[in-house]
């Protein structure tokens, strides 16, 4: 082992078909890494996507223009807003 390479310690086990095996394979012979390298990187990418999608929120144009307006141009606070602040408000005097 070398000093750059990380200290495996969690071992993950799959069932894979023969021919998606086979695939799987070929990609890592072609990137030069070993099947589980391969499986490993692969996993990781498919989670840091997966992860990044669920935290960005992509707008359409017209979207991110109603968005921007909503923030710059808020509307007045209605009646049920203000009377849900006033409860807050008494719910955190009584509470100290």
Sequence with gaps: MTA????????????ISP???????????????????????????AAARAIEDAHIIRL???D????TA???????PSANLLRAAEAYRNLIKTSQ
């Design 4 to 15: 750059q390479e990380p200290n495996r310690t969690a071992r993950i086990e799959a069932r």
């Design 70 to 76: 909503a923030i710059l141009n808020p509307p007045p």
């Design 64 to 67: 991110q223009r109603a968005f």
């Design 19 to 45: 021919d998606a095996l086979a695939i799987v394979k070929r990609a890592a012979e072609l990137q030069g890494r070993s099947v589980s390298d391969f499986i490993v990187a692969a996993a990781q990418e």
């Design 60 to 62: 359409a144009v017209e």
